[in-house]
């Protein structure tokens, strides 16, 4: 009886772990910029339950990093830089099948992006705006991205809002991950880069 149970826990557990893999997560990007303003948003979803949720720019972790950068006060170590890079280019196979599988494993479902922009000189700004429009008009009939871009005549501008959806599956992404770390150059890399911060 026992067994059962233990061997019925067991299969419950690796479904959802395929479930974790195979089952797309949904990221939601939001950016706002309007003036010195800038706000924004991430979400990650998976089955429609929200996972995490931060705002950007956190404020509590950008003083964390100002305490920490004052706390620290040690100075940039060359030796070190050379010696993550001699690595990386060791690495180099592992890490590219890694970027591949990710490139592979996500899908871009909404791209939505206003754009304000205005310059000093009237004259650039219908110049730029042009050559964006000349850019910006054929994504938007070929694909689903929706961007647009409005001149200012009479300031200096750049503001706008940019709405990203990405769904993301982890299989490849692990598969990859897992062989990178069983190389020797990765795990090492791994631990200079940690040793690094």
């Known amino acids: 009886m026992i067994y059962i149970i233990i061997g019925a826990l067991l299969l419950i557990l690796v479904l959802i772990f395929l479930l974790f893999l195979l089952v797309p ?16 948003n991430i979400t990650v979803k998976w089955i429609g339950i929200r996972i995490f949720q931060r705002e950007i720019p956190d404020k ?28 990386i280019l060791e690495s180099w196979p592992s890490i590219q099948k890694l970027f591949f599988a990710f490139i592979k494993s996500w899908s871009l479902e909404n791209f939505s992006a206003n754009l304000t922009l205005g310059f000093e000189n009237p004259y650039d700004t219908a110049i730029i705006t042009g050559y964006l429009w000349s850019l910006t008009y054929p994504t938007n009939v070929l694909t689903h991205l929706n961007t647009s871009v409005t001149p ?20 490849w992404i692990v598969v990859e991950g897992v062989r990178a770390i069983t190389k020797k150059p990765v795990r090492k890399l791994l631990q200079e880069m940690r040793s690094f911060q």
């Open 152 to 171: 200012e005549f009479n300031d200096q501008v750049l503001d706008g809002d940019l709405e990203v959806n990405v769904k993301l599956k982890l299989l």
């Open 60 to 87: 509590e972790k950008l003083k964390d990093i100002e305490e920490k950068e004052e706390e620290k006060g040690r100075e940039f170590e060359l030796r070190k830089l050379l010696r993550i890079l001699n690595l």
């Open 25 to 40: 997560f949904q990221i939601f990007l939001e950016f706002h910029k309007l003036g010195s303003n800038f706000k924004g």
